[in-house]
């Protein structure tokens, strides 16, 4: 079955390898947790035996990430699970540093499976045994197209909420073969990268694409869960006026009290200037509301699917302009235009690069942890999608507070009882929301 | 009776000197006799040969160079068209000079450009493969196994350069500004700006002006 074949690795440009390299050496500075799991496991080689495939968007971010893992003992594999989120110059260190990666940006869709099979088995013939995964599709292709070799996978850890519905669904029906462990619900993932992640990046969206001064103007956003608020709050900070829609009343309520005008769509569209959606939900924009708004209004979406704002409405009746990539400016019927960002796809994304190291090395700290708990503990998870026990997720967070200078107060033994905790942890139970 | 024929025919094309007005002579004189004239006519005859025969060469080597121009406009336009067919095959990532692609048909019959050789898909793409092909810097896209051929041009072309920079780097040992009288200003030719370059340099110095706008200082 292994291919002698095989290629070291694929990528766009292998002569991006330096730039890469100098990239990767900045994002580390801004990645503490992942950094000091190096200094902390380097030396007893915890992921020593362990072969993994690894599945998720090859940014520098990401770079960081595997050479953690090769530093921890472990031999890595990797391949994009997105077929534009690939960073070239970050995929050109990481092959150039001899670990075989298979991923460039702008993959077909039969070029994007080839580059996740690529991964299943090592150069030396033998296959994976571990799982690293970003929403599913190299869990999906184990379980299907490579089942005979699933009794030799140790686990699994899953990356984003996408992944995670697929591993309760697949378990659900009996399907799920791995122990699997769900890193996305870390409270050191969801409460840091969707709100302190986009709370950065939503504006350097706008800004790179539009310079738009954002002091008073009005802004509306589209849901305040933890991704709406970080946008709210960084578009306060730039001295907008922030109205909030939403559909659930506690929110609606922890909105009103942090000052913000809760209203409707309808309402809103009449004042803003500048449009976020982040509801996770489908027709929050509609046409009307186009017809509706103030000259050259823009228009973005930040959660995660692009069906939030109603662009195929614009595409089939509005002139479109494109100014540079992922800025479109439309002319309406009624003459008025409206500037759409990233295509109604995510513009953190689309219009800048994403979320910074810093919040992305939270994430990857729990990917670390979730390798070597599933590696190291055999037969210590059942199959089935657990979340990383309460210490690891208050251990992903201690590793980043000397890099902010955090000060942290010891808890003292009879303090500790007096809360019913243990002095080292952890602090809080699970059902604590944070 | 049919060299007679032949030579009355050939009689025709002989175009004796016109006869004078004044008859100086008897007609006895001026009397051609008919075997000179078919000599005569023969001559011309193999003049006239000649004289085809060096044009039909002459032609025969420009028509050979309209031959072989026609040959190059077809590969010319062939090769453009070979290049329009590729950057507009549909392509999902940025094209880079100095790469390698290669092109695949998909069964509805549109091409597209992939990152993966038909060897890098096991011998099993998923699509028809059309061609693998480099992209140059001039934006052209060379067949793969031509390009040993084209690095070669290229390599004799960086020689060409190479050559011309060691001449230089060694340039004779002559001052030509002292050594040459010139009604012009040298400079004016040498790595010429533009208008706006020239224009401020006069203003910037008169005495550097060029002489179309010499009146001007």
Same mark, same amino acid.
């Given at each position: 079955?292994?291919?002698?074949?095989?290629?070291?690795?694929?990528?766009?440009?292998?002569?991006?390898?330096?730039?890469?390299?100098?990239? +990767?050496?900045?994002?580390? =500075?801004?990645?503490?947790?992942?950094?000091?799991?190096?200094?902390?496991?380097?030396?007893?080689?915890?992921?020593?035996?362990?072969?993994?495939?690894?599945?998720?968007?090859?940014?520098?971010?990401?770079?960081?990430?595997?050479?953690?893992?090769?530093?921890?003992?472990?031999?890595?594999?990797?391949?994009?699970?997105?077929?534009?989120?690939?960073?070239?110059?970050?995929?050109?260190?990481?092959?150039?540093?001899?670990?075989?990666?298979?991923?460039?940006?702008?993959?077909?869709?039969?070029?994007?499976?080839?580059?996740?099979?690529?991964?299943?088995?090592?150069?030396?013939?033998?296959?994976?045994?571990? +799982?690293?995964?970003?929403?599913?599709?190299?869990?999906?292709?184990?379980?299907?197209?490579?089942?005979?070799?699933?009794?030799?996978?140790?686990?699994?850890?899953?990356?984003?909420?996408?992944?995670?519905?697929?591993?309760?669904?697949?378990?659900?029906?009996?399907?799920?073969?791995?122990?699997? =462990?769900?890193?996305?619900?870390?409270?050191?993932?969801?409460?840091?990268?969707?709100? !302190?992640?986009?709370?950065?990046?939503?504006?350097?969206?706008?800004?790179?694409?539009?310079?738009?001064?954002?002091?008073?103007?009005?802004?509306?956003?589209?849901?305040?869960?933890?991704?709406?608020?970080?946008?709210? %709050? /960084?578009?306060?900070?730039?001295?907008?006026?922030?109205?909030?829609?939403? +559909?659930?009343?506690? =929110? /609606?309520? %922890?909105?009103?009290?942090?000052?913000?005008?809760?209203?409707?769509?309808?309402?809103?569209?009449?004042?803003?200037?500048?449009?976020?959606?982040?509801?996770?939900?489908?027709?929050? =924009?509609?046409?009307?509301?186009?017809?509706?708004?103030?000259?050259?209004?823009?228009?973005?979406?930040?959660?995660?699917?692009?069906?939030? +704002?109603?662009?195929?409405?614009?595409?089939?009746?509005?002139?479109?302009?494109?100014?540079?990539? %992922?800025?479109?400016?439309?002319?309406?019927?009624?003459?008025?235009?409206?500037?759409?960002?990233?295509?109604?796809?995510?513009?953190?994304? $689309?219009?800048?690069?994403?979320?910074?190291?810093?919040?992305?090395?939270?994430?990857?700290?729990?990917?670390?942890?979730?390798?070597?708990?599933?590696?190291?503990?055999? $037969?210590?998870?059942?199959?089935?999608?657990?979340?990383?026990?309460?210490?690891?997720?208050?251990?992903?967070?201690?590793?980043?507070?000397?890099?902010?200078?955090?000060?942290?107060?010891?808890?003292?033994?009879?303090?500790?009882?007096?809360? $019913?905790?243990?002095?080292?942890?952890?602090?809080?139970?699970? !059902?604590?929301?944070? | 009776?049919?060299?007679?024929?032949?030579?009355?025919?050939?009689?025709?094309?002989?175009?004796?000197?016109?006869?004078?007005?004044?008859?100086?002579?008897?007609?006895?004189?001026?009397?051609?006799?008919?075997?000179?004239?078919?000599?005569?006519?023969?001559?011309?005859?193999?003049?006239?040969?000649?004289?085809?025969?060096?044009?039909?060469?002459?032609?025969?080597?420009?028509?050979?160079?309209?031959?072989?121009?026609?040959?190059?406009?077809?590969?010319?336009?062939?090769?453009?068209?070979?290049?329009?067919?590729?950057?507009?095959?549909?392509?999902?990532?940025?094209?880079?000079?100095?790469?390698?692609?290669?092109?695949?048909?998909?069964?509805?019959?549109?091409?597209?450009?992939?990152?993966?050789?038909?060897?890098?898909?096991?011998?099993?793409?998923?699509?028809?493969?059309?061609?693998?092909?480099?992209?140059?810097?001039?934006?052209?896209?060379?067949?793969?196994?031509?390009?040993?051929?084209?690095?070669?041009?290229?390599?004799?072309?960086?020689?060409?350069?190479?050559?011309?920079?060691?001449?230089?780097?060694?340039?004779?040992?002559?001052?030509?500004?002292?050594?040459?009288?010139?009604?012009?200003?040298?400079?004016?030719?040498?790595?010429?700006?533009?208008?706006?370059?020239?224009?401020?340099?006069?203003?910037?110095?008169?005495?550097?002006?060029?002489?179309?706008?010499?009146?001007?200082?």
């Amino acid at each position: 079955m292994a291919d002698n074949k095989k290629l070291p690795f694929k990528v766009a440009d292998i002569e991006l390898a330096e730039w890469g390299r100098k990239t +990767i050496e900045m994002a580390e =500075i801004e990645m503490p947790g992942l950094m000091e799991l190096r200094k902390q496991y380097g030396p007893s080689q915890p992921l020593k035996g362990a072969r993994i495939a690894g599945c998720l968007h090859m940014t520098i971010q990401t770079a960081v990430l595997i050479e953690t893992l090769t530093a921890l003992g472990a031999e890595v594999q990797w391949s994009s699970c997105n077929i534009f989120s690939t960073q070239d110059h970050a995929a050109a260190a990481i092959a150039k540093a001899g670990i075989p990666v298979y991923a460039w940006k702008g993959e077909s869709d039969d070029e994007y499976v080839w580059c996740i099979e690529q991964t299943i088995f090592f150069p030396d013939g033998e296959p994976l045994n571990m +799982i690293l995964d970003d929403g599913g599709d190299l869990t999906a292709l184990v379980h299907n197209k490579y089942a005979h070799l699933i009794p030799g996978i140790k686990g699994l850890s899953e990356e984003t909420t996408t992944g995670i519905h697929t591993l309760h669904k697949m378990h659900k029906n009996g399907e799920l073969k791995i122990p699997s =462990i769900n890193v996305n619900d870390s409270v050191t993932k969801s409460k840091f990268d969707n709100l !302190y992640g986009c709370r950065e990046s939503l504006v350097d969206g706008i800004k790179r694409a539009t310079d738009v001064m954002l002091a008073g103007k009005v802004a509306v956003v589209a849901g305040y869960g933890d991704v709406g608020k970080g946008c709210a %709050q /960084a578009l306060r900070a730039f001295g907008a006026r922030v109205l909030i829609t939403e +559909i659930d009343p506690i =929110i /609606a309520l %922890q909105a009103a009290m942090e000052g913000y005008e809760v209203t409707t769509m309808d309402e809103a569209v009449k004042e803003a200037r500048i449009f976020v959606t982040a509801t996770g939900n489908m027709k929050i =924009i509609r046409p009307y509301h186009f017809d509706q708004m103030l000259d050259d209004a823009i228009v973005c979406n930040i959660g995660h699917f692009d069906c939030e +704002i109603d662009v195929a409405y614009l595409n089939a009746n509005a002139k479109r302009e494109t100014v540079k990539p %992922q800025v479109d400016r439309y002319t309406l019927n009624n003459g008025r235009h409206v500037i759409i960002l990233a295509e109604g796809r995510l513009v953190n994304l $689309g219009c800048a690069h994403g979320h910074p190291s810093f919040v992305m090395s939270n994430s990857f700290t729990n990917q670390v942890l979730a390798q070597i708990e599933l590696w190291c503990n055999p $037969g210590k998870y059942s199959i089935d999608v657990h979340f990383l026990p309460k210490d690891l997720d208050e251990k992903v967070a201690a590793l980043h507070l000397d890099h902010l200078g955090v000060k942290l107060t010891k808890l003292e033994e009879d303090q500790a009882e007096y809360i $019913g905790v243990k002095p080292e942890g952890p602090y809080k139970p699970s !059902y604590y929301r944070y | 009776m049919a060299d007679d024929a032949r030579a009355a025919e050939l009689m025709k094309q002989v175009a004796l000197v016109p006869r004078s007005e004044k008859a100086l002579v008897t007609s006895h004189a001026t009397k051609a006799d008919p075997g000179y004239l078919v000599e005569l006519a023969k001559e011309v005859a193999l003049a006239n040969s000649t004289i085809k025969a060096g044009a039909c060469g002459k032609l025969e080597i420009i028509a050979q160079q309209i031959r072989f121009l026609q040959e190059q406009a077809r590969q010319v336009l062939l090769d453009s068209s070979t290049d329009e067919l590729i950057n507009k095959a549909s392509c999902n990532f940025v094209k880079k000079p100095g790469k390698v692609y290669h092109l695949y048909k998909r069964e509805d019959g549109k091409p597209y450009l992939g990152m993966l050789s038909p060897e890098e898909w096991g011998g099993n793409p998923p699509h028809d493969f059309v061609g693998s092909y480099k992209l140059e810097y001039d934006m052209t896209f060379t067949p793969l196994e031509k390009v040993t051929k084209r690095q070669q041009e290229i390599s004799r072309v960086e020689d060409l350069f190479a050559e011309r920079h060691v001449v230089a780097d060694h340039p004779p040992n002559i001052d030509i500004q002292r050594h040459t009288n010139y009604n012009i200003d040298p400079t004016r030719y040498i790595n010429r700006p533009s208008i706006e370059g020239v224009k401020s340099r006069a203003a910037a110095d008169p005495t550097k002006a060029g002489p179309s706008n010499g009146h001007v200082s």
